[in-house]
T-cell receptor, first 115, second 113 residues
Framework: ETGVTQSPTHLIKTRGQQVTLRCSSQ?????VSWYQQALGQGPQFIFQ???????GRGNFPPRFSGLQFPNYSSELNVNALELDDSALYLC??????????????FGEGSRLTVL | EDKVVQSPLSLVVHEGDTVTLNCSYE??????LLWYKQEKKAPTFLFML????IEKKSGRLSSILDKKELFSILNITATQTGDSAVYLC?????????????FGRGTSLIVHP
């Protein structure tokens, strides 16, 4: 059973650029959610995907968008990057039957630095 | 706006000490409270609590929820250096099939040998 994997692990971008982060959910998990964790803060919920549809969104602007694919993997896209977007981006998956709630299985994250 | 507050924000103890971490919350339509341990990057699940007064226990760790006073505590007895980590509290709330988790800032625990 493979865990949640994310790529890339680190990346550096400049203001105004766009970035795509990728996540493969744990085997058998059909719900994926994304979190932004700034230094010294707790993770903040961005959005959740279930069966390729967005199923819940946190307080993030529309330049944060996502996709879920038929194999349940997911992408997070951020347009027009700002300095404050610098953070660790965590992906988490959860198994069927939980409705995306309960225990989350997290990946190691993608560390984004915006200069 | 849903709010989760953890205290203390940081704690330094010696091996063998017992620690109590606190999590208070103000949310609309509470569903559950979860505790996670974050050592480097990926948080790992510790407990999920949905009912008041029922202690959950795993080895030296235990947790309990008070839904009347809106808080939870996480206890770690006989701490070890391997317990050094950030402990995150998250509360799920919402409804209509969509429950959004709100995390606290975490408590950073350092255990010295």
């Amino acid at each position: 059973e493979t865990g949640v994997t994310q790529s890339p692990t680190h990346l550096i971008k400049t203001r105004g650029q766009q970035v795509t982060l990728r996540c493969s959910s744990q085997s058998g998990h059909n719900t994926v959610s994304w979190y932004q964790q700034a230094l010294g803060q707790g993770p903040q919920f961005i959005f959740q995907y279930y069966r390729e549809e967005e199923n819940g969104r946190g307080n993030f602007p529309p330049r944060f968008s996502g996709l879920q694919f038929p194999n349940y993997s997911s992408e997070l896209n951020v347009n027009a990057l700002e300095l404050d977007d610098s953070a660790l981006y965590l992906c988490a998956s959860s198994p069927p039957g939980q409705g995306g709630t309960g225990e989350l299985f997290f990946g190691e994250g993608s560390r984004l630095t915006v200069l | 706006e849903d709010k989760v507050v953890q205290s203390p924000l940081s704690l330094v103890v010696h091996e063998g000490d017992t620690v109590t971490l606190n999590c208070s919350y103000e949310v609309t339509n509470f569903r559950s409270l979860l505790w996670y341990k974050q050592e480097k990057k990926a948080p790992t699940f510790l407990f999920m609590l949905t009912s008041s007064g029922i202690e959950k226990k795993s080895g030296r760790l235990s947790s309990i929820l008070d839904k009347k006073e809106l808080f939870s505590i996480l206890n770690i007895t006989a701490t070890q250096t391997g317990d050094s980590a950030v402990y995150l509290c998250a509360v799920e709330a919402g409804g209509g099939g969509s429950y959004i988790p709100t995390f606290g800032r975490g408590t950073s625990l350092i255990v010295h040998p």
